[in-house]
């Protein structure tokens, strides 16, 4: 898929990717900064987008780790299995309150997220980050890039520590939460 049809599937289902454009390599690296992913076993990125962020996790990934991707638009979900076709990363086309299902047990070391949740329905939002705090390793750690800073009120109900950074370099300027 083009990058000019990334950006009309993008504007064409405003309602479920909640972005204006594409995160920026600057947003990406600032993430991933709060992570060790070279060592980690199990990484889950929540709304995989164009795959901009996936490809900054799959850049730090070892070959021994795992990614698994979720993301419910079927277009972008198309794109990224051809963009990511290694044995060690699996996209998932369903929506991200079914990571339990996924994960069967195990604990993923991050999760990182661009998930909407400003715009998500309460009950869908409370389900995603009950089950991601769920599903996380005793040292795991959330990043979640969000571009609204009232959504802290919203982590703290779920997670009980949080860090809160913030980046000019994305268009619009988003803030990083990471959550343990």
Avoid: W
């Avoid at 980690?40 to 900054?56: C, K, R, W």
């Avoid at 051809?82 to 929506?95: A, E, G, L, R, V």
């Avoid at 939002?125 to 571009?147: C, E, F, N, Q, W």
């Amino acid at each position: 898929m083009s990058k000019s049809d990334l950006l009309l599937e993008l504007y064409s289902n405003l309602s479920t990717t909640g972005a204006l454009a594409f995160s920026s390599k600057a947003l990406v690296n600032k993430m991933l900064s709060y992570t060790d992913i070279a060592h980690a076993s199990l990484v889950v990125e929540l709304g995989g987008g164009d795959g901009s962020i996936t490809q900054g996790i799959i850049d730090r990934l070892s070959p021994e780790g795992e990614l698994l991707v979720f993301e419910i638009n079927k277009s972008f979900c198309d794109s990224m299995k051809k963009q990511f076709p290694q044995s060690n990363i699996t996209i998932i086309c369903d929506s991200a309150e079914n990571i339990d299902k996924y994960l069967a047990g195990r604990k993923a070391d991050y999760i990182v997220s661009s998930l909407p949740f400003i715009i998500l329905p309460k009950d869908v939002t409370d389900s995603i980050l009950s089950k991601s705090r769920d599903s996380l390793a005793p040292k795991g750690k959330m990043v979640i890039m969000t571009y609204s800073y009232h959504l802290k009120k919203l982590f703290k109900r779920f997670f009980s520590h949080m860090e809160v950074k913030f980046t000019f370099r994305n268009l619009p300027p988003a803030f990083v939460m990471i959550c343990h």
